[in-house]
């Protein structure tokens, strides 16, 4: 049989179906929020690495002297030819930061500003420049200058593109170490509360204890607090002051053992979701099997259990890993001299002023981060693929001696983190520990204490209120975009990049990013800078993917038969959007609402470069009222922090409730 080719020419060209008015308009948004993350995202982070490679050093053959003594003018000598001023200083003097100035009267021996000498001075190559108070000066030209207004007078450093910042921290024995320590701490970290998060994850999916939900919410409080709280509370149980400080022996809580139990309290809540969540899709018909070939409970969980939650495993080891490693609070209140990246982070910026190395560190705290992210984005697509449609969801049995062993250990690890919560509200009632343990509010003057008054507490609830309403509009919207608008197949796969890359980028690497982006003068948003404007920004975008995926995850369940028949109507997308995506998709928009409020209120790490006076925000004052010794207050401020959340989320529970009746009636139809 010969194949004979069939000739389509008659048939005309292809035709192209027209893009109409809602679908130019969707697409503007798309390139709207787009945008938006462009400028918030991938500017501050180009600048930042940019800002990497730049070395600053001082050339002083750029500069020429001459120096009158009442003689006349003496013949123009360089400033690298004055032999003894160069000996006091070696080539690593001076290499410096962007900012730095190197006084000209310390070349010059002998000066004295009282003097009657007169000095000339005059860049010799275009590119140079030196500094008379606040005045640059650019040009070639002599300047001169009596001996008082000579000692005014700074060379500035010229700039240089290479790997030297890079070089110098990794011969940097210090600095180095700083990789190893985060490494550590994040690999134990992750181990320690996956072994506890998965043995709880699977007493609450796989017995018939009694009180699951009352185990759940507790298990689920340490979201509610910053990530200091645990370290704090770890310094009044087990510090040199202690409660059981007896129990450490030689040991101390101030290093390694004091960052991973706090890092384990923090991220327990985070890996026992996602582990519950592979448990809870498990199927039936797997255990059915095994009962009737005889296997026994051991084998089963290890041939039928753990295969089937292992993407969840993975995925919530990498989440814990980059959780700890890219934490700053809690090592900055419980490391003492155990440095980690994040830490160094804030010490080279704040401590030394020196962003050229922060941003080296912040390059390198990213590879780690960036690597975890990835491979949680391919376990998890993994994850959905194993979930068919024929799938029987598991009921467990009632087995008193299982459900008895389940509810010892889950009791166990709720008293644990009550416990931790307990101690804290109990620092922050005592008038001084442990020397005078009457009960009394004065922890709760913030207004007297050194990092922050009551102000900062205001100043997060309305952080908290702006990113929820702001952010939650931006998202829907966006991920409604990405998701109805038909073709545009490039527009959305860059959207969708640049929704997804938040979650990979720690805070401190935000935050200095966001110095060097919008600090810049030249920026016409720099006046955004210091001001709350900047705070809601970052917050918003440094909690962007996850809200966004669970804005498309709520998306993906309407059906596209929505849209078809809203175009049979000839009715706009906007009134579809008002009057049926928002309703159905409500239980998802005040989901996200509600973790973007408790996000803000208990970040520190994204916008502890950020705050001015002005805005000082509560996890912030936490951090300065620590840092000044004032411990009670700031787990005072602390408790705060978490009764403000604990209530946000019982107004977003009851509420959540009162819409899904009204609004989700026709899910039990």
């Known amino acids: 049989m010969v194949d004979v080719p069939i000739n389509t020419a008659h048939l005309g060209p292809t035709i192209k179906p027209k893009t109409g008015r809602d679908a130019w308009i969707m697409r503007a948004f798309i390139v709207v929020i787009g945008l938006y993350l462009v400028i918030t995202l991938a500017f501050p982070l180009y600048a930042m690495l940019s800002k990497s490679f730049n070395t600053y050093a001082f050339d002083l053959s750029r500069y020429e002297i001459q120096v009158n003594t009442g003689t006349g003018w003496g013949d123009p000598i360089t400033v690298e030819d004055l032999n003894e001023a160069v000996k006091k200083y070696k080539p690593e003097d001076l290499k410096t930061s962007s900012d730095g100035r190197l006084p000209i009267v310390e070349m010059i021996d002998g000066f004295s500003f009282r003097s009657k000498t007169l000095y000339r001075l005059r860049n010799t190559t275009k590119g140079s420049a030196y500094l008379v108070g606040s005045e640059r000066i650019t040009d070639t030209q002599w300047h001169e200058y009596t001996s008082n207004e000579f ?75 910053p990530s200091l709280l645990p370290g704090i509370a770890l310094v009044y149980l087990f510090g040199n002051q202690g409660m059981l400080k007896v129990l450490m022996g030689d040991q101390t809580i101030y290093g390694p053992i004091g960052i991973i139990a706090g890092s384990v309290f923090f991220t327990f809540p985070h890996a026992m979701i996602i582990i519950q969540t592979s448990l809870s899709i498990s199927d039936a018909r797997l255990y059915e099997a095994s009962d009737a070939l005889g296997a026994s409970k051991i084998k089963t969980f290890f041939t039928v259990t753990l295969p089937g939650a292992r993407y969840g495993l993975i995925s919530a080891a990498f989440v814990v ?11 900055k209140v ?23 190395m922060g941003a080296v560190v912040s390059v390198v705290l990213l590879i780690p981060a960036m690597f975890a992210f990835a491979i949680d984005r391919i376990v998890q697509k993994k994850q959905v693929s194993t979930l068919t449609a ?37 620092a922050a009632l005592i008038k001084f520990w442990p020397y005078d343990l009457t009960l009394s509010l004065v922890n709760y003057d913030f207004d007297v204490m050194d990092g922050g008054g009551w102000g ?32 545009f197949g490039l527009g959305r796969s860059a959207f969708q990049f640049l929704a997804m890359l938040p979650m990979a980028i720690p805070g401190m690497v935000l935050g200095l990013a966001y110095i060097f982006f919008f600090n810049d003068p030249a920026n016409p948003l720099n006046g955004i800078y210091g001001t709350m404007a900047i705070l809601v920004i970052c917050s918003i975008t440094h909690f962007y993917t996850v809200s966004h995926l669970t804005a498309l995850t709520a998306l993906k369940q309407m059906d596209k038969e929505f849209e078809s028949v809203s175009a049979s109507l000839k009715q706009p997308f906007y009134k ?94």
Request: glycine content about 4%.
């Open 456 to 487: 900062s507490f205001t100043n997060s609830i309305k952080l908290g209120f702006m990113v929820a309403f702001i952010g939650t509009v931006v998202v829907f919207v966006g991920a409604y975009m990405v998701e109805k608008v038909p073709a």
């Open 334 to 356: 419980i490391g003492g001299q155990f440095n980690v990246l994040a830490v160094d982070i804030y010490k080279q910026v704040i401590g030394q002023q020196n962003f050229e």
């Open 390 to 426: 024929r799938s029987v969801p598991y009921e467990p049995k009632v087995n008193r001696r299982f459900d008895n062993i389940m509810f010892t250990y889950s009791a166990v690890v709720a008293g644990l983190i009550v416990t931790v919560l307990a101690v804290c509200q109990f």
């Open 576 to 669: 579809l959007f008002t009057r049926v995506t928002v309703p159905v998709c409500l239980p998802a928009i005040l989901d996200i609402s509600i973790y973007l409020f408790v996000n803000a209120m208990t970040t520190v790490s994204a916008l502890i470069f950020l705050y001015s006076p002005d805005t000082t925000l509560a996890s912030v004052a936490m951090l300065n009222m620590d840092d000044a010794g004032d411990i009670a207050p700031a787990a005072a401020m602390g408790m705060m922090i978490f009764y403000a959340n604990s209530i946000a989320r019982i107004i977003h529970h009851f509420a959540s409730k009162g819409l899904y009746t009204k609004t989700q009636a026709w899910r039990t139809r």
């Open 151 to 225: 000692r005014r007078v700074f060379l500035k450093p010229v700039v240089a593109t290479g790997l030297d910042n890079f070089v110098q921290y990794f011969s940097n024995p210090s600095l180095f170490n700083s990789i190893y320590n985060s490494l550590f701490i994040a690999i134990v970290s992750m181990v320690i509360t996956i072994t506890l998060a998965f043995t709880f994850a699977y007493a609450m999916a796989r017995s018939k204890m009694r009180f699951k939900g009352a185990f759940k919410v507790i298990a689920m409080a340490p979201i509610l607090v």
């Open 321 to 331: 890993f980059n959780l700890v490693i890219t934490d700053f609070g809690l090592p």
